[in-house]
């Protein structure tokens, strides 16, 4: 089961910050936050992920609370492009062969 | 940037039929990789999970005779849908950790199956 809860559906005006909240209240000390997206009939894309601070990429921004139990994912100027389903995901990368596992995700909408 | 790519993107076959899905790291070494299904407006659920050299191991639910899967080498993985029947029609996709960036996993394109 995804250790993570989103909510199902948010819409953003163009040209708006997207702001994609995340819960994960029982992360454990070595878990990563990961975020990806699936824009419609492709594969997962990679958007960013953190530990404990903050992290900021050419696609997105993370923001990571201090006890770490929840995080927001932040795209700062949303195209009709970014429509898609984002999700986000706790992983203990170093841990083996340990897979992603993907829960519901929220379906963002992006709106000329 | 690590690229990971699935072959074909798409497939039609018939009922019975066995198809094969090909999943390759292009500039980096998986000994690991995941193999994902979505069926439509839903979430991808992880079938499998594929070791170079060794057996995969399979998801609660998911058979393993018939979702074969290959991992010969550390840049190939396969999927072979045996007796294909319309209910596996779906978008598999597969996935592979390693390259340069530290704990990022890498997906395909995804391969949408159609069973007549």
């Known amino acids: 089961d995804a250790k993570t809860t989103q909510p199902p559906s948010m819409d953003c005006a163009e040209g708006r910050a997207a702001n994609l909240p995340c819960n994960h209240s029982?992360?454990?000390?070595?878990?990563?936050v990961y975020w990806y997206r699936q824009i419609h009939s492709q594969g997962p894309q990679y958007i960013i992920h953190g530990l404990k601070n903050n992290e900021t990429n050419e696609m997105a921004s993370l923001i990571i609370t201090e006890d770490r139990k929840s995080s927001t994912l932040i795209l700062p100027h949303a195209t009709l492009r970014d429509t898609a389903v984002y999700y986000c995901i706790v992983l203990d990368p170093f841990s083996g062969n340990t897979p992603l596992v993907f829960g519901k995700g929220t379906r963002l909408s992006v709106i000329a | 940037g690590a690229v990971v790519s699935q072959h074909p993107s798409w497939v039609i076959c018939k009922s019975g039929t066995s198809v094969k899905i090909e999943c390759r790291s292009l500039d980096f070494q998986a000994t690991t990789m995941f193999w994902y299904r979505q069926f439509p407006k839903q979430s991808l659920m992880l079938m499998a999970t594929?070791?170079?050299?060794?057996?995969?191991?399979?998801e609660q639910g998911v058979e393993k005779d018939k979702f074969l899967i290959n991992h010969a080498s550390l840049t190939l993985s396969t999927l072979t849908v045996t007796s294909a029947h319309p209910e596996d029609s779906s978008f598999y996709i597969c996935s592979a950790r390693g390259g340069w960036r530290t704990g990022e996993l890498f997906f395909g394109e995804g391969s949408r199956l159609t069973v007549l």
């Open positions: 594929s070791n170079e050299g060794s057996k995969a191991t399979y």
């Open positions: 029982t992360i454990s000390g070595n878990e990563y």
